[in-house]
Structure formats: structure tokens, C-alpha cells
T-cell receptor
């Protein structure tokens, strides 16, 4: 079935370090891929998305490229800040089974000054 | 900009009681989704509605039911509550409709349900 496998955390980085959070997926059809961020006690906020192969989503310095050949959508940021501390969820939707989202297990990121 | 509104934000119930969670989608959004996020877990899809009709069904227990009304708001009704129902319940809306795929969903802040 459709699923998302996400790099397990927690991840702790120093400010200005490079961030990579791995995400791979299994899906029927041609899904769209998303990264959502969840700050403590808050809901899910869309960080970026890509709707077809080779698309690159970007926002607030974060980037992810939809790689169909490796079924991956890894999240990267060149220089993290303390304010980036949150839980990051990789997700897909729009498969042959419907429009609901399938989420990865989430990766907790803590950035220390 | 208007966002998805959920009420109440917090709810405490006892075992075997009932609860009703409400979701008000972004104006002109026609599709509503419900998700359950247990402590330290990823959100799990429960059910969705498009134009007031159920469109997809996920891991929603038989004790739960939901509907979407003519003004597009949705309610999740939960009966015979169990301790394991304690979770954060998210509602999301989109304007894609049931026939389209891959459109982003806008999430509400969630309702935190605690069953004691």
C-alpha cells in the first residue's frame, strides 16, 4: 500500500549546520509529495510541496526534490536556525487510493545555539 | 487569511462518554479531512468528505461517525470513548474535491481530546 518512510530522529544540530532529513515513499499512481512542520503545541503547517517528478519545492531556505527514480523527497537546508526546531513530517497524497495524506513518522529537530 | 477553525481546542471526557468535534474549513473549500495523531505518532487519516458526501475512509473506528453539512463545516462524533482515543484530532480542508489528487491540505490547530 501507499506509505512514507522517514528518517528517524531526534536530530540535534548546531546553529548554521546543514540539515538533511531523508524521506522515501511507496505509492500507486503519481502522488504529490509534501513536507509539513509542526511546532510544539501547534497544528501542521505546509513547508513545501512538489507535484511531479523532478519538481523542486522550496520555502524559507528549505528544499526538497521529487526523485521518482529513487522514490525520494529528502528535505535539506543549508544553514539551520534555532527557530527551525520542530517536528518535520514527510507526506504524500493523490494516489490511486484517494486524496488522503499518508504521513511519515515525523523527525524531531532541535537546533542549539 | 482565514484558516481552518476547530472547536473546542481542548476537551476532557470520561470513559464511555461521547464527544463532538467541529471543523470549519477555509471559505470555498469543498473537502474536509479528519486525522488522529496519538502521542509521539504521525497523523492517521480517519475520514474525508467532498461536497457533503463521504469520499474516503481510513482507520476510523465504528464508534466514530462524521458528516459534512450544507455550509461545509464538519463534525466528528465519538461515542463510548476509550482511554486510547486520547489524541490530537486534526481537521484539514482543500479545494481540490474528490476527483482531483495531490492538492495541499490546510490543517487546523487541532482538538486535544483527553479521555480519563
Amino acid at each position: 500500500g501507499d506509505s512514507v518512510t522517514q528518517m528517524e530522529g531526534p536530530v540535534t544540530l548546531s546553529e548554521e549546520a546543514f540539515l538533511t532529513i531523508n524521506c522515501t515513499y511507496t505509492a500507486t499512481g503519481y502522488p504529490s509529495l509534501f513536507w509539513y512542520v509542526q511546532y510544539p503545541g501547534e497544528g501542521l503547517q505546509l513547508l513545501l510541496k512538489a507535484t511531479k517528478a523532478d519538481d523542486k519545492g522550496s520555502n524559507k531556505g528549505f528544499e526538497a526534490t521529487y526523485r521518482k527514480e529513487t522514490t525520494s523527497f529528502h528535505l535539506e537546508k543549508g544553514s539551520v536556525q534555532v527557530s527551525d526546531s520542530a517536528v518535520y513530517f514527510c507526506a504524500l497524497s493523490g494516489t490511486n487510493t484517494g486524496n488522503q495524506f499518508y504521513f511519515g513518522t515525523g523527525t524531531s529537530l532541535t537546533v542549539i545555539p | 487569511a482565514a484558516g481552518v477553525i476547530q472547536s473546542p481546542r481542548h476537551l476532557i471526557k470520561e470513559k464511555r462518554e461521547t464527544a463532538t468535534l467541529k471543523c470549519y474549513p477555509i471559505p470555498r473549500h469543498d473537502t474536509v479531512y479528519w486525522y488522529q495523531q496519538g502521542p509521539g505518532q504521525d497523523p492517521q487519516f480517519l475520514i474525508s468528505f467532498y461536497e457533503k458526501m463521504q469520499s474516503d475512509k481510513g482507520s476510523i473506528p465504528d464508534r466514530f461517525s462524521a458528516q459534512q453539512f450544507s455550509d461545509y463545516h464538519s463534525e466528528l462524533n465519538m461515542s463510548s470513548l476509550e482511554l486510547g482515543d486520547s489524541a490530537l484530532y486534526f481537521c484539514a480542508s482543500s479545494s481540490a474535491g474528490a476527483a482531483s489528487g495531490g492538492y495541499e491540505q490546510y490543517f487546523g490547530p487541532g482538538t486535544r481530546l483527553t479521555v480519563t
